[in-house]
């Protein structure tokens, strides 16, 4: 196991790297000079170059290369190229709202998506069945921001019942910092709990109809039991890899769904360094972004050995 | 003495202003020299002087009869803010509050004057920073840090007056002397982008700028600046005072989050990128006609958000009072929602379709009587990768033009002007917001010039159009314009107009381009083809034609190539001439010689337009600007 461990953290390092530099060099063929850019298309030229000199923009690229892994190798992430603010900081102060509406999203969706799989699954074909397969291809068929700009115009607008923008730190008190991030959770985490419904349905179908069920109620065990402590069981093991795999697609809902509710997350610090050229922080944000995957797909692979004794990896 | 300070009073007789008046009382006005040297004036006379002088020639607009009146000259006030007119609340119970506002850009770091570069930045500037004079309601320029001025030298040396009890947000006081710090910072620092403006003052370290005691500065200019009252508000931001001690202590990067400044309002918490708290500062020196300090809210948040969805959200909501700019596309919405009020006025700045004067079809857009070429050598790019720095411009080898070709290239652009039609493209691109446009020049800001009496080069005229573009012999072209998210609407409009007009004699493509590539391709190698670009709103007439219209190797924003001597020439004079009146006709004539050679075709004048929620009372509305010294909450 720990060989195996090993195997993927290596693996997952290189991936990393792979990504730092094609991320490094895809940013300095895109157009655009993040100097102009930080000063202002109509910013003299003479200003555009002592930015960049002091940039390091008109330094050989290999020596930006070189510059740039020694200085992450130090977690100096160094400083934006459009504000001077702290990579650093710009990341820690992103990250967290992006995390907790992620976790928010996870949450919900599992609530929502387990309980439909199972009512679905265990009323094939009667209307609850319809109405949770409908909602589930509504939820996988629209965008998380499509269901943001919905709650914002609803339960923000007309109802007043939360926020429509913004976020609270937690730090000013659990109540307002959940009601900053209710809704773009739930906008994340429709899309999120349709996947992991339609899995739970299809998988505990397939598990309902396995011979060991059927040896179960011949037997006369009460149908809950079956469905509870047999069936649910082992329809939970392919739900808990797509639930954690799917984490991968939070963290993009996410992206977009903090732009409609304007907040300054990883995502919309994400577009607006793209933007802006602002290489230093587009660099930190998808190397996190990056890792967070990485690290997620470890995980799910670890938890996988231990769901499933079967699965064998060397 | 070519400028005088003044003291008026309105029809209350208790509002103070300080007006400068520039020299337009040459013995043939009629206007005695004398009564502008002291601290009163009778409205005739301000009447005959702000018929020519002043921002727009509002003469006497806060003077109320004829009556002389007087002030004891001792400084300004807030005033009250021109207010809706609904409320009634005596001044002393408008204390207390806070609001929210939403401003519409994704950042807010340049508390550091110097490099605030963004038209939303110099909206909010004047809340947080003041400088010696200010633009009020009327459009005039009045004192606020400045209790009295006196021009000398021909009107290359400013003397002014400063209040005494002046003091930064950190509680030091505001002395003379660092004004002197600030103007060498505008002129010389590296990342300043006002060292155009700024350089018009003779250099900080040659004593262009001095100090002789805490409350007197004197201004050196090199030369006349007839605009120089311009150059001190605070939205020029090359007199808004920075805390020398402060600067050196904490640095640039911790000083264009936080400042301090002298405004009415303080910054206690700044999350770049997401909100700034502001707090009113107990300590400002302004007072309301009341005599009761300002400003009287407690405080605001801004919030920088950028999604046009959100921003009509959290206004319909209650969730923000103020928007800094409503998005066009919701302007009739918000209007329509209870409890939200929309402020609109037409601004000064323009928007053309912008050609490449460098490039066919729309090239060469030189004077061949200044600068000529080589016979048979096209003398200036004609593919897109044949990119050419700014700098080279001027160096291109001087000669004949071939023949036809600055008639052709003339012909084209004026035909391809007239395939547009400026309402058509206000209504359908704009959502009916802004002015046709038909010059640089809006007709409703100083020199106030009407559109019929300009050169009729900019109407619609389709059929004109077509035969202009068949005669030029560039007809069958396909013409390509670039255009970023942000301005996509308003560009697909006019492709449309064009390709609907053109019947096939030109055709026009639009690709869509980031920020990115469009600043490489429009500012830094002017290879682009066409796009929408523009001036920004300003206060003296000359600034929206000085950067657009001088040659490219001056002219920071000259990117269509335009390259006249003449223009170049007029430009420079009339920045040496005080009488309002020679001014004006110097810059019609400048206007008229742009329109000759069809350097754009002009689309229309921005409409400034934003909203706030009804409790929002005692708002001053001054175009371009978001003053909130004066606001104060009605519940």
Redesign the interface.
């Given at each position: 196991m720990i060989k195996y461990i090993f195997k993927r953290v290596v693996h997952a390092a290189f991936v990393i790297w792979l990504v730092a530099t094609a991320v490094f060099l895809g940013l300095r063929t895109m157009p655009g000079d993040p100097a102009r850019l930080a000063l202002g298309m109509r910013a003299p030229q003479e200003s555009v170059n002592a930015l960049r000199e002091d940039l390091g923009l008109n330094d050989p690229i290999y020596v930006q290369y070189v510059d740039y892994w020694i200085n992450l190798l130090q977690l100096d992430l160094g400083n934006s190229m459009i504000s001077g603010q702290e990579v650093n900081e710009i990341i820690l102060t992103a990250a967290p709202k992006t995390l907790s509406i992620a976790a928010l999203a996870f949450v919900i969706g599992l609530i929502v998506a387990v309980p439909a799989g199972v009512i679905s699954a265990t009323n094939k074909g009667k209307a609850e069945d319809y109405l949770a397969t409908i909602g589930a291809f509504l939820g996988v068929s629209l965008p998380a921001f499509f269901f943001g700009i919905l709650l914002a115009v609803i339960v923000g607008g007309w109802l007043q019942l939360l926020p429509t923008y913004g976020y609270n730190e937690i730090s000013k008190g659990v109540i307002p910092w959940l009601q900053s991030i209710t809704l773009p959770a739930i906008a994340v985490g429709i899309p999120y709990a349709a996947i992991v419904m339609r899995m739970m349905r299809s998988s505990l179908l397939e598990e309902l109809g396995a011979q060991y069920m059927e040896t179960a109620r011949a037997k006369g065990i009460p149908p809950r039991t079956a469905l509870y402590k047999h069936a649910l069981q082992n329809a939970m093991i392919p739900v808990v890899t797509v639930a954690g795999i799917q984490v991968a697609f939070l963290l993009t809902g996410s992206v977009t769904t903090e732009l409609v509710f304007g907040i300054r997350g990883l995502g919309r610090v994400l577009v607006e360094s793209i933007l802006q050229n602002d290489y230093t922080v587009v660099q930190a944000a998808i190397l996190l972004v990056a890792a967070i995957m990485v690290y997620m797909n470890l995980v799910v692979d670890i938890i996988y050995t231990f769901l499933d004794p079967r699965i064998r990896y060397d | 003495m070519l400028f005088s300070p003044t003291v008026e009073a309105n029809t209350s007789g208790n509002y103070i202003i300080l007006r400068y008046f520039l020299n337009t009382m040459a013995p043939s006005d009629g206007v005695d020299p004398e009564k502008l040297s002291g601290p009163k004036i009778d409205r005739r006379t301000a009447t005959k002087l702000f018929a020519a002088a002043g921002m727009a020639g509002f003469a006497g607009c806060t003077g109320g009869d004829d009556t002389e009146t007087e002030g004891n000259g001792s400084g300004s006030t807030g005033g009250n803010g021109d207010g809706d007119g609904t409320s009634t609340s005596p001044s002393s119970e408008r204390y207390g509050g806070e609001i929210t506002a939403i401003w519409d850009m994704?950042?807010m770091?340049d508390f550091d004057p110097i490099?605030a570069?963004?038209g939303n930045e110099w909206a909010h500037l004047v809340n947080f920073t003041d400088a010696p004079l200010e633009i009020n309601e009327n459009n005039e320029i009045t004192g606020l840090m400045a209790t009295d001025w006196e021009v000398r030298d021909d009107g290359r040396t400013w003397e002014i007056q400063l209040r005494d009890d002046i003091t930064f947000h950190n509680g030091e006081p505001l002395l003379a002397e660092h004004f002197e710090y600030t103007v060498d910072r505008a002129q010389n620092h590296?990342?300043?982008?006002i060292?155009?403006s700024a350089n018009l003052i003779k250099p900080a370290m040659e004593d262009g700028i001095r100090a002789p005691d805490d409350t007197t500065l004197i201004v050196e200019f090199k030369d006349v600046v007839a605009y120089a009252p311009v150059l001190f508000i605070p939205q020029r931001r090359i007199l808004t005072p920075v805390h020398p001690p402060t600067m050196e202590d904490i640095g640039r990067?911790e000083y264009?989050l936080t400042g301090p400044g002298t405004g009415p309002f303080q910054v206690v918490e700044h999350?770049?990128?997401?909100?700034i708290v502001f707090e009113r500062y107990d300590n400002y020196y302004l007072t309301d006609d009341d005599g009761n300090q300002l400003p009287y809210l407690d405080g605001y948040t801004i919030?920088l958000?950028t999604?046009d969805?959100?921003q009509v959200?959290?206004m319909?909501?209650?969730?923000a009072d103020l928007l800094s700019h409503a998005p066009r596309q919701s302007v009739s919405s918000l209007e329509s929602t209870n409890g939200i009020q929309i402020k609109s006025s037409v601004l000064s700045d323009w928007r053309p379709l912008e050609w490449n004067g460098l490039r066919e079809p729309w090239g060469p857009l030189y004077d061949p009587d200044v600068v000529t070429y080589p016979e048979g050598e096209v003398p200036y790019p004609t593919t897109a990768d044949q990119g050419m720095s700014?700098?080279q411009v001027p160096q291109l080898p001087k000669g004949e033009f071939p023949d036809g070709l600055h008639d052709n290239a003339l012909k084209f652009r004026k035909g391809l002007g007239k395939l547009i039609s400026q309402e058509r493209l206000i209504d359908q691109g704009m959502f009916g917001l802004g002015k046709p446009a038909y010059g640089p020049l809006n007709p409703e800001y100083w020199p106030k010039r009407p559109t019929e009496e300009k050169p009729q080069t900019q109407d619609f005229d389709p059929e004109r159009g077509r035969e202009l573009i068949r005669e030029s012999g560039r007809d069958g072209q396909t013409i390509e314009l670039i255009t970023r998210q942000t301005e996509l609407r308003l560009s697909r409009q006019v492709r449309k107009q064009i390709n609907e007009e053109a019947n096939g004699v030109v055709e026009c493509e639009l690709r869509q381009?980031?920020?990115?590539?469009?600043?490489?391709e429009?500012?830094?190698n002017l290879t682009f083809p066409m796009w929408l670009g523009g001036s920004s709103h300003t206060w003296d007439a000359i600034f929206n034609m000085w950067?657009h219209y001088n040659p490219p190797d001056i002219a920071?924003?000259n990117q269509s190539g335009l390259n006249d001597e003449q223009v170049r020439e007029w430009m420079v004079e009339q920045s040496t001439i005080t009488d309002r009146d020679e001014r004006a006709d110097l810059l019609n004539q400048i206007e008229d010689r742009v329109l000759k050679t069809m350097a754009h075709k002009y689309l229309f004048h921005g409409e400034d337009a934003w909203a706030h929620s009804n409790r929002l009372k005692g708002i001053r509305q001054i175009p371009g600007t978001r003053h909130l010294r004066t606001v104060y909450l009605d519940e």
């Open positions: - | 994704p950042e770091d490099s570069s963004h590296q990342e300043s982008v060292s155009g990067s264009r999350t770049p990128g997401e909100e919030d958000l999604e969805s959100v959200s959290a319909r909501s209650g969730d700014k700098s381009v980031t920020s990115g590539t469009l600043s490489r429009v500012s830094d950067n920071g924003w």
